[in-house]
Structures are given as C-alpha cells and as structure tokens.
Nanobody
C-alpha cells in the first residue's frame, strides 16, 4: 500500500521560499499522479497543484501560479512543491495525495475525492 510522507514545512517570512517534499514508500510513485492540497484554519481544503504520472502535465491554482512549481524525481520516489514569494495567505497545512489514472497525462488539481492515498500534512506558516 502506498504511503506518503510530507516534509519541508516551517515558518518563513513573507517573500521567502520553502520546498515541500512528498516521499513515497512501499510502492513506486512512477504510475501515480500527485496533487498538493492545503487547508487553513476554518477553511475548506483546496487544491494547490498537481502533476501527472508522466510529468507532462502540471496544473496550478490561480492563487499560486507563477510562484509555485511542482516537479517529480522518480529516482527518489518523491514529488516536490517549490514555493517562492510566499504570502501570509499561503499559511496552511499542506497535504500531498496520489492515485493512478488511465490517462498518464492527466491529474485532478482541485478534486480531493479523486485521490485515495494521503500524507499526514506539513505546516507552512508565513509571517513576519
């Protein structure tokens, strides 16, 4: 069974950067699309970004376009979310999720119900 572990969260000042990691164990991540979601206190979970299993397709929420980059390193069985120019409104618990789909060039960006495997989350706090 696929297990996902997020890391890389922390406290950063506005304008700073963080790189989140989503490491998979027990199963190779090669055939999985991976999504990043976040949930702030009192708010619903929202999709941030996703990458298809082939790596050919990436999607981003409008709120993070141009600031966040998702990429995967299959040799390390890990998907990353590089977050630059962070804003206080990016503060949330970030989760990665994964699932397999027939289309290797597709990933669901804002549909958490499409994913069956989830990590435990990592806290990102953007504050001065």
């Amino acid at each position: 069974q696929l297990q996902l572990v997020e890391s890389g969260g922390g406290l950063v000042q506005p304008g700073g950067s963080l790189r989140l990691s989503c490491a998979a164990s027990r199963v190779t991540l090669d055939y999985y699309a991976v999504g990043w979601f976040r949930q702030a206190p009192g708010k619903e979970r929202e999709g941030v970004s996703c990458i298809s299993s082939s790596g050919s397709t990436t999607k981003y929420a409008d709120s993070v376009k141009g600031r966040f980059t998702i990429f995967r390193d299959n040799a390390k069985n890990t998907v990353y979310l590089q977050m630059n120019s962070l804003k206080p409104e990016d503060t949330a618990v970030y989760y990665c999720a994964a699932d397999t789909y027939g289309d290797y060039h597709w990933c669901p960006e804002d549909e958490p119900y499409e994913y069956t495997s989830w990590g435990q989350g990592t806290q990102v706090t953007v504050s001065s």
